[in-house]
């Protein structure tokens, strides 16, 4: 009797060990009988994908704002800590899409980005996308937890018009059957430019007044000494960037002295650094009240639009507000609030222009009292 039990058990384990094999065999035939196609990322490495994805997540700066942008967040299965809790105020794309912040986590974001891989596998995506990852990092991570991992780019920090950005968005168009979308995007983006150009690109020089921006956020907020050369809503109007002599590529910061010396007829101030300015304003009235833009009342507010990269809606919706306040007889036809919600209604799929206004300041002329 006891031998014949035995005899059973074993038949039973070899039995339950050979379905056990069998089971992982089909999970391995299926795995490999998946259809993929083979996609060259913005690190020009080539990475096999799922032909069809239907489940994602996005790492680093921006990157989830071009999902966003192709109208994909119904694929997006965890986000960044920094989705989750930093303020959406100045990301238009996580004040329409509220939804976002309730997935899952995947890592904790911000500027150099640090994918879990251990909660990446929880969320279980066809494909990662990321931006601003070292390519051994990507490499990597990869490696470590066997999904297909595509890097992104913006291209040049704080611009809103380079191929890299345009390639992204085709990319990711392409791994997520949104190529048509993308077309549309990349359409708009370079019709909003078109138009700004078109209305500006005649203007004598001698008619365009010289202009500056303050306050603008470079890894941190900044007050008036903070700027940019080749500002690109003021590239995108043809505007006379005093800083522009300069000769820098991008972001620098200048002394009063030297903005005393322009002495610009308009200012405009980034809302980013907005209270810092108004409080240097309290400290030293003396010297603003010097320059002619202070005098004369011509400074405005603009909406911050380099926010976790470039919030593309937001540079277009500021060019055109700056073309209104610079030249009101070619935008005489826009209303720059309109036109900022046509923008982010295109773009992120909702009017989301007076939130921003309501907790950012929106486009206004601003005065100054001691």
Known sequence: MLKKLIGLLTVLIVAVGFC?????????????NIEKIKVVDLYGREVEVPKEVNRIVCCGPGCLRLITYLNATDKVVGV???????????RPYRIAHPELAELPSIGQGGPSPKPNAEAIIQVNPDVI??????KENVEALQQKIGIPVVVLSY????????????????????????????????????????DLNERTKDIPDD??????????????????????CNY?????????????ELNKSSHV????????????????????????????????????????????????????????????????????????????????????????????TFLVG?????????????FKKLEFSN
Request: proline letters at 5%.
């Open 129 to 134: 996308f990321v931006t601003y990852m070292s």
């Open 20 to 32: 056990g094999c069998m089971e992982q065999n089909t999970k391995i035939t299926a795995s490999e």
């Open 232 to 244: 690109p809503p003021f590239v995108a109007v043809n505007a006379k960037n005093v800083v522009d």
């Open 80 to 90: 960044e800590d920094a989705e989750k809790k930093w303020t959406p105020w100045t």
């Open 253 to 344: 910061f200048i002394t009063k002295e030297q903005l005393l010396k322009w002495n610009p007829d308009v200012i405009f101030i980034d809302e980013g650094g907005l209270n810092l300015v108004i409080e240097d304003y309290k400290k030293n009235p003396e010297f603003y009240n010097s320059l002619k833009a202070f005098k004369n009342g011509n400074v405005y507010a603009l909406l911050p639009y380099n926010f976790y990269t470039t919030n593309i809606g937001t540079a277009l919706a500021d060019a055109y507000y700056i073309g209104k306040v610079l030249y009101p007889e070619q935008f005489k036809d826009i209303n720059p609030e309109e036109k900022a919600d046509e923008i982010y």
């Open 207 to 228: 008619k365009k007044p010289k202009v500056y921006v303050g306050g603008i956020g470079f890894k941190g907020t900044h007050g008036i000494e903070s700027t940019q």
């Open 155 to 194: 291209g040049q920090l704080a611009t809103f018009n380079n191929e890299d950005l345009f390639k992204s968005l085709e990319l990711a168009g392409k791994i997520l059957g949104k190529e048509e979308r993308a077309k549309e995007v990349i359409k708009f983006i370079k019709d909003c430019q078109n």
């Open 350 to 362: 909702k009017p989301v222009y007076k939130e921003m206004k309501e907790k950012l300041g929106g």
